[in-house]
């Protein structure tokens, strides 16, 4: 998925190489190891085949307190998998997960504001545009959602 262009055209810009990749995978085992959270694969229920990834992740973006000091909400795609509903329902499960006691009470997420249909998934899982913000020289839109309770 992360070789795809246009998987990585709102993330990153360039598709990645297997090191990044590996990298990456890294990084997600070292999340659920060191911070209890982190993301999970997401899979057809119908096929099992490979729909995309989702989850929550702590980088250091660099980019202040209102960013950096929440989990950063996050989702990935096969191209196959768009506009069917997999990302808004994928998304919503791992926030349901995210609003049980063990979770923050605010998550946040970037997203380039050339990416309609990911802004339009934020926002139908309860994101609000919060701020705007340069990272790695590309304009991106913030946004962030307050758990629920109950």
């Keep these: 998925m992360w070789s795809d262009p246009e998987v990585t055209r709102f993330i990153g810009g360039k598709p990645s190489t297997e090191e990044e990749v590996w990298a990456r995978l890294m990084r997600y085992v070292g999340h659920w190891a060191l911070l209890h959270f982190g993301y999970w694969v997401v899979r057809e229920k119908a096929s099992g085949r490979f729909v995309g990834e989702v989850g929550f992740a702590d980088l250091h973006r660099g980019l202040g307190k209102s960013f950096d000091h929440d989990r950063e909400s996050g989702w990935a795609l096969a191209t196959w998998a768009r506009r069917k509903g997999y990302a808004t329902e994928a998304v919503n499960k791992a926030l349901y997960w995210n609003d049980l006691p063990w979770g923050s009470k605010r998550t ?18 309860g994101y609000r545009l919060f701020g705007a913000a340069t ?8 946004f962030e959602r307050l758990a629920h309770s109950g």
Excluded at 110 to 125: K, T
Excluded at 135 to 142: C, D, Q, V
């Design 108 to 125: 946040v997420c970037m997203i380039a504001q050339e990416n309609r249909a990911s802004i339009d998934v934020a926002e139908r899982c």
């Design 135 to 142: 990272y790695k020289g590309e304009r991106l839109l913030l």
